[in-house]
């Protein structure tokens, strides 16, 4: 469980802050029309650019620039170190193989999360990797972006699919060593995979890439494709049914599942002497993942609120940019 506690949920992300990125996209929609003027004028450079205070990108540079990547760093670490430990034969089980799906899900998450918030941290403030910064980044963005709300979606559920198998183990341990396979686990996370990129597939066509220009040199710059982030697409999709898939329906269900996973374990710690040592065993591997989702809980708070805010604030939501590059980091 390295890997969980590493990444702060370390969840979750990414995107880290995936879900901080995907407001600073539905804000991309409302500044379109300027980011589209500017790319016809002479020396405009990048909409996100201009009028940034030093303490901003200060605060960026100190949240991404170090932070998100040094915790990234060890993240990756850690999710390696788990994979190579849960993928041992002798290991063999549907937690672990559930386990090993969710640290893959989650470095996608880290590495994207680093290359569109980490790296592009450093240049406003320090003025190195501009090349990055102007031309790389830019066009991995479109694909990046969507990717890492895949991962995060394939993130959620799979910690989803992980709490349902110890509520069967605990709950239901007569059923679970027909449910809860090594095989059956596998198939789990190729479907929450195919789930993930299905659901997201409209965020590859969320974004374009226009070419500005700074000190007369030409540059790249990502704006929303507006022909396709229509009104009505931003309120259903980015706002509606992303609060329903991330947050409603899996956080009450971990929930609920949560409530009868502790239930039966107050149950059984009064008939602890009776317990079988596989029983015991469960029992234990249970707790431990109650504090996992507790601090998954924590870690996506922040970024419901932001989220929630980004609904009703609208334009004045950019006042909140602090907390939203603090949801980044909560996130990934």
């Not at 031309?135 to 694909?143: A, G, K, L, M, S």
């Not at 596989?278 to 609120?305: H, S």
Request: glycine share 4%; charged share 15%.
């Amino acid at each position: 469980m390295m890997f969980v506690i590493v990444r702060t949920r370390l969840y979750e992300s990414v995107v880290a802050g995936a879900s901080a990125r995907r407001a600073r996209a539905a804000r991309g929609a409302r500044r379109a029309r300027a980011m589209s003027n500017a790319s016809d004028a002479p020396d405009a450079g990048c909409e996100s650019d201009a009028g940034v205070a030093p303490a901003d990108q200060l605060f960026r540079f100190v949240v991404h620039g170090l932070l998100l990547n040094a915790i990234g760093a060890a993240g990756l670490l850690g999710n390696a170190l788990a994979v190579l430990v849960l993928s041992r034969p002798q290991m063999r089980s549907s937690i672990n193989c559930l386990l090993v799906g969710l640290a893959a899900c989650d470095t996608v998450l880290i590495l994207t999360s680093v290359l569109l918030f980490g790296l592009t941290a450093v240049f406003p403030y320090t003025g190195r990797l501009r090349y990055y910064y102007y031309h790389v980044c830019p066009h991995i963005t479109p694909y990046a972006y969507p990717i890492a709300n895949a991962a995060q979606t394939m993130s959620v559920y799979l910690t989803l699919i992980v709490t349902v198998e110890r509520w069967v183990a605990v709950c239901h341990p007569f059923r679970a060593k027909a449910l809860c396979t090594s095989s059956r686990a596998r198939w789990y996370v190729l479907g929450t995979a195919a789930f993930a990129l299905a659901y997201n597939a409209p965020k590859f066509f969320e974004a374009e890439v226009v070419q500005s220009y700074v000190d007369g040199e030409p540059v790249y710059c990502v704006t929303a494709d507006r022909s396709f982030r229509t009104d009505s697409y931003i309120v259903v999709y980015i706002h509606s049914m992303y609060m329903i898939v991330m947050y409603i329906v899996p956080f009450s269900a971990l929930a609920a599942l949560n409530a009868c996973i502790v239930r039966q374990v107050r149950r059984a710690q009064a008939e602890r002497a009776r317990l079988s040592r596989v029983q015991r065993r469960e029992l234990g591997l249970a707790t431990m993942l109650l504090v996992v989702v507790l601090v998954f809980f924590l870690c996506n708070l922040l970024p419901l609120v932001t989220n929630s805010f980004e609904v009703f604030l609208g334009d004045q939501f950019d006042k909140l940019d602090p907390l939203v590059k603090t949801s980044n980091l909560l996130c990934s």
